[in-house]
């Protein structure tokens, strides 16, 4: 079954999407690149922390505790393939099972052990991500930077076509051209995200991302993933309290039938 993002499951028809585009800022990316390199020389830590940080918000949206998000992994096993020019690249599922006291800094672990696994065994071909896709979320990280030409400065842009391959949606963790500032785009499936709520689901991540710069050992559960705004709509949706004068029991019962006998 199809994953429910904040109760909608997403549409395999739609490849629409829409993409926001949110700046970490510098205070966020230091902290994040300093507890990567703190973490040892595991391959790609940083991509390890923002997958698990994935994850852990998928759960808090969806309630589920089992996901595989898609993410790129190179596709150059065999000597013939090394050799081959031109760009291969492949999204392969990553699996993980969020246990009930699962941790930020736990939760990290299992990524990079299942990420470890999958480029040592994974045979997923380019054709299963359209025919038979094993994933509802893809994930990516990006560092391009191109040096001058001709004496002129280059400079990346990526320009989004407003269509993806129908995921829930993505979230791609890029730093073009070094700037040192993480960025993240987050495309959203049109048929599960408005406006309102594409708005509402970035602040929700980078409530996360910020509530584990605090504390990486608290429970991924604990972190209020709500802003102030959103509290209060949902207690004066809930504000069904009615007045009511003092009387009995018996007296509540009969003015009643009176009004409808």
Same mark, same amino acid.
């Given at each position: 079954?199809?994953?429910?993002?904040?109760?909608?499951?997403?549409?395999?028809?739609?490849?629409?999407?829409?993409?926001?585009?949110?700046?970490?800022?510098?205070?966020?990316?230091?902290?994040?690149?300093?507890?990567?390199?703190?973490?040892?020389?595991?391959?790609?830590?940083?991509?390890?922390?923002?997958?698990?940080?994935?994850?852990?918000?998928?759960?808090?949206?969806?309630?589920?505790?089992?996901?595989?998000?898609?993410?790129?992994?190179?596709?150059?096993?065999?000597?013939?393939?090394?050799?081959?020019?031109?760009?291969?690249?492949?999204?392969?599922?990553?699996?993980?099972?969020?246990?009930?006291?699962?941790?930020?800094?736990?939760?990290?672990?299992?990524?990079?052990?299942?990420?470890?696994?999958?480029?040592?065994? @994974?045979?997923?071909?380019?054709?299963?991500?359209?025919?038979?896709?094993?994933?509802?979320?893809?994930?990516?990280? =990006?560092?391009?930077?191109?040096?001058?030409?001709?004496?002129?400065?280059? +400079?990346?842009?990526?320009?989004?076509?407003?269509?993806?391959?129908?995921?829930?949606?993505?979230?791609?963790?890029?730093?073009?051209?070094?700037?040192?500032?993480?960025?993240?785009?987050?495309?959203?499936?049109?048929?599960?995200?408005?406006?309102?709520?594409?708005?509402?689901?970035?602040? =929700?991540?980078?409530?996360?991302?910020?509530?584990?710069?605090?504390? +990486?050992?608290?429970?991924?559960?604990?972190? @209020?993933?709500?802003?102030?705004?959103?509290?209060?709509?949902?207690?004066?949706?809930?504000?069904?309290?009615?007045?009511?004068?003092?009387?009995?029991?018996?007296?509540?019962?009969?003015?009643?039938?009176?009004?409808?006998?």
């Amino acid at each position: 079954d199809l994953a429910r993002f904040y109760g909608k499951p997403p549409s395999r028809a739609v490849t629409e999407n829409r993409r926001v585009s949110c700046s970490l800022g510098a205070e966020r990316t230091r902290n994040l690149r300093s507890i990567a390199t703190a973490a040892g020389s595991s391959t790609f830590p940083l991509l390890n922390i923002f997958a698990a940080l994935v994850f852990a918000y998928l759960h808090r949206i969806s309630g589920n505790r089992s996901f595989a998000i898609g993410t790129t992994f190179h596709n150059r096993r065999s000597d013939s393939l090394k050799e081959t020019f031109g760009l291969l690249m492949e999204a392969v599922p990553l699996w993980v099972e969020i246990s009930e006291d699962e941790t930020f800094v736990s939760l990290i672990n299992k990524v990079g052990s299942e990420s470890y696994a999958g480029r040592r065994h @994974c045979r997923y071909s380019p054709g299963n991500a359209l025919s038979n896709r094993a994933y509802e979320v893809m994930i990516s990280y =990006h560092t391009y930077s191109f040096p001058p030409l001709g004496g002129l400065p280059v +400079r990346f842009d990526w320009a989004h076509l407003g269509m993806g391959l129908n995921e829930g949606f993505c979230l791609n963790l890029q730093d073009f051209d070094g700037t040192g500032n993480l960025t993240i785009d987050f495309d959203f499936n049109g048929d599960v995200f408005d406006e309102r709520q594409c708005r509402y689901a970035t602040h =929700h991540f980078l409530r996360l991302v910020d509530a584990f710069l605090r504390d +990486r050992t608290q429970s991924i559960d604990a972190p @209020c993933l709500l802003s102030a705004e959103e509290k209060e709509s949902l207690l004066t949706f809930n504000k069904t309290e009615v007045p009511l004068a003092p009387a009995t029991v018996g007296q509540v019962f009969e003015a009643q039938v009176g009004r409808t006998p």
